[in-house]
C-alpha cells in the first residue's frame, strides 16, 4: 500500500513562488515515474508535470512550461514542484502521483498512486 502526502501549498500573491513537497510511505516509489495534476474549481483534473524514475526526464503542461520545475529525490522517497512566477489562473488543488510505469506518464490513467491534494491559492 502506498500513501502520497503534499504539502506547501497555501496562498501567495502573483509573481511570487510557492514549493510543494509530496512524501511517499508504505513502499518505494524510485522505479516509478511520479506526477503533478492540479484540478481547479469546475475543471477537469488536468496535468501538470512529469518526472522519470531517474529523474533525468521531465515534462510540462505548456501552461507552465518555464515556471514550474519538478524534482525528486529517490533517497527521500519524495516529490517536488517548484512553483515561479505564479498566476491567478495558477488556482487549484494540486495532487502528486505514482505512475504504474518508470518512463514520462502524461495521462491521468496512466497513474495508480493519488495524494489527497493540496490547494494552491494565487490573488492577483
Known amino acids: 500500500q502506498v500513501q502520497l502526502v503534499e504539502s506547501g501549498g497555501g496562498l501567495a500573491q502573483a509573481g511570487g513562488s510557492l514549493r510543494l513537497s509530496c512524501a511517499a510511505s508504505g513502499r518505494m516509489l524510485s522505479n516509478n515515474a511520479m506526477g503533478w495534476f492540479r484540478q481547479a474549481p469546475g475543471k477537469e483534473r488536468e496535468f501538470v508535470a512529469s518526472i522519470s524514475w531517474k529523474g533525468d526526464t521531465t515534462r510540462y503542461s505548456d501552461s507552465v512550461k518555464g515556471r514550474f520545475t519538478i524534482s525528486r529525490d529517490n533517497a527521500k522517497n519524495t516529490l517536488y514542484l517548484q512553483k515561479n512566477s505564479l498566476k491567478p489562473e495558477d488556482t487549484a488543488v494540486y495532487y502528486c502521483?505514482?505512475?504504474?510505469?518508470?518512463?514520462?506518464?502524461?495521462?491521468?490513467?496512466?497513474?495508480?498512486?493519488w495524494g489527497q491534494g493540496t490547494q494552491v491559492t494565487v490573488s492577483s
Open positions: 502521483a505514482g505512475s504504474l510505469y518508470s518512463t514520462i506518464t502524461v495521462v491521468r490513467a496512466g497513474y495508480r498512486y
